[in-house]
């Protein structure tokens, strides 16, 4: 079992970046990739964000591409989430996931290890 525990969330000024961070624990050698999804009030949950734990390729929708950057640490077990200019449409709830799976994908059903997210306010 894997476990994610995610940090960085609050509220923040339009325009103001944001760092999201999201701790790997347990069984964390078995991770192939990790990711971020955000979930605005009364909308689906969407793909932001995947990396590959061991090569460091990381995959955008094509919503982020330009003002998020997705990184994971050294020791391969915290996945970070960079906002520039936060917008207020990036408000959100914003999940960690991780998969053993043997893609990064944007699609939430891949994705086995879930965080219980933390949320990101925008004030314009």
């Known amino acids: 079992q894997v476990q994610l525990v995610e940090s960085g969330g609050g509220l923040e000024q339009a325009g103001a970046s944001l760092s999201l961070s999201c701790a790997a624990s347990g069984r964390t050698s078995t991770l192939y990739a990790m990711a971020w999804f955000r979930q605005p009030p009364g909308k689906e949950r969407d793909f932001v964000a995947a990396?590959?734990?061991?090569?460091?390729?990381?995959y955008y929708a094509d919503s982020a591409k330009g003002r998020f950057t997705i990184s994971r640490d050294y020791a391969k077990t915290t996945c970070h989430l960079q906002i520039y200019s936060l917008q207020p449409e990036d408000a959100a709830v914003y999940y960690c996931?991780?998969?053993?799976?043997?893609?990064?994908?944007?699609?939430?059903?891949?994705?086995?290890?879930w965080g219980q997210g933390t949320r990101v306010n925008v004030s314009s």
């Open positions: 990396i590959t734990v061991q090569g460091g390729a990381a």
């Open positions: 996931a991780a998969t053993p799976g043997g893609v990064a994908t944007n699609r939430p059903s891949d994705y086995t290890y």
